[in-house]
């Protein structure tokens, strides 16, 4: 069953301050603050990536060319806070929405998930690719939420980025990424969904 997985709202912060990422790397001034800034912001999306867990709240789209199987639609990126609305294509090709009333969301598992209540079905569907969409609200509202071993692999690799400026070495050996971001990384990983 193909799934599409889109963020359609990027988060409006970051894990850490420009100011602990300074600390972190011993930086004073304000010269490498722009620099240091899209470091931050890479490297906490490649620890997402990574970790196939969002950090910081950010809003999803997860589509669905069919639904899932045994009514239970399992939501990739936890921690799952909220579902905003359940969409779909019916057979007559005519965009419906499907009553909260007809699922309960599980915030509490994770990856968190949407459960048809005893009793429903999913309705059936259009046939065409992303026939069914969930929007759906992930990550955390604090940065005080974040697990500390995201934040750790997050100032890892800001450092390592800020020291190896360059995409290879040259006149030298290759600087691989420190073993430590990917064992910080494996503490915290979310199983990839299949």
């Given at each position: 069953?193909?799934?599409?997985?889109?963020?359609?709202?990027?988060?409006?912060?970051?894990?850490?301050?420009?100011?602990?990422?300074?600390?972190?790397?011993?930086?004073?001034?304000?010269?490498?603050?722009?620099?240091?800034?899209?470091?931050?912001?890479?490297?906490?999306?490649?620890?997402?990536?990574?970790?196939?867990?969002?950090?910081?709240?950010?809003?999803?789209?997860?589509?669905?060319?069919?639904?899932?199987?045994?009514?239970?639609?399992?939501?990739?990126?936890?921690?799952?806070?909220?579902?905003?609305?359940?969409?779909?294509?019916?057979?007559?090709?005519?965009?419906?929405?499907?009553?909260?009333?007809?699922?309960?969301?599980?915030?509490?598992?994770?990856?968190?998930?949407?459960v048809l209540d005893d009793g429903e079905?999913?309705?059936?569907?259009?046939?065409?690719?992303?026939?069914?969409?969930?929007?759906?609200?992930?990550?955390?509202?604090?940065a005080d939420d974040v697990p500390d071993?995201?934040?750790?692999?997050?100032?890892?690799?800001?450092?390592?980025?800020?020291?190896?400026?360059?995409?290879?070495?040259?006149?030298?050996?290759?600087?691989?990424?420190?073993?430590?971001?990917?064992?910080?990384?494996?503490?915290?990983?979310?199983?990839?969904?299949?």
């Open positions: 069953m193909p799934i599409g997985l889109k963020q359609t709202t990027a988060p409006t912060s970051e894990p850490l301050t420009l100011t602990q990422v300074k600390t972190h790397l011993r930086v004073d001034g304000s010269d490498d603050d722009a620099e240091l800034t899209l470091l931050l912001s890479a490297a906490r999306a490649h620890v997402e990536s990574r970790t196939n867990r969002q950090l910081m709240q950010a809003t999803y789209q997860m589509t669905f060319d069919r639904w899932p199987a045994g009514g239970v639609a399992t939501l990739r990126m936890p921690p799952l806070l909220s579902v905003t609305s359940v969409t779909y294509y019916d057979e007559s090709a005519v965009s419906q929405t499907l009553s909260a009333s007809k699922y309960h969301v599980d915030t509490a598992s994770e990856p968190g998930r949407i079905s999913w309705p059936a569907l259009d046939v065409r690719p992303a026939a069914a969409t969930i929007t759906f609200v992930a990550g955390v509202a604090s071993a995201a934040k750790l692999a997050t100032l890892q690799l800001v450092g390592h980025w800020f020291e190896n400026r360059e995409a290879i070495a040259f006149g030298g050996n290759p600087v691989e990424l420190p073993h430590a971001v990917e064992a910080l990384i494996n503490q915290i990983k979310v199983p990839e969904l299949s």
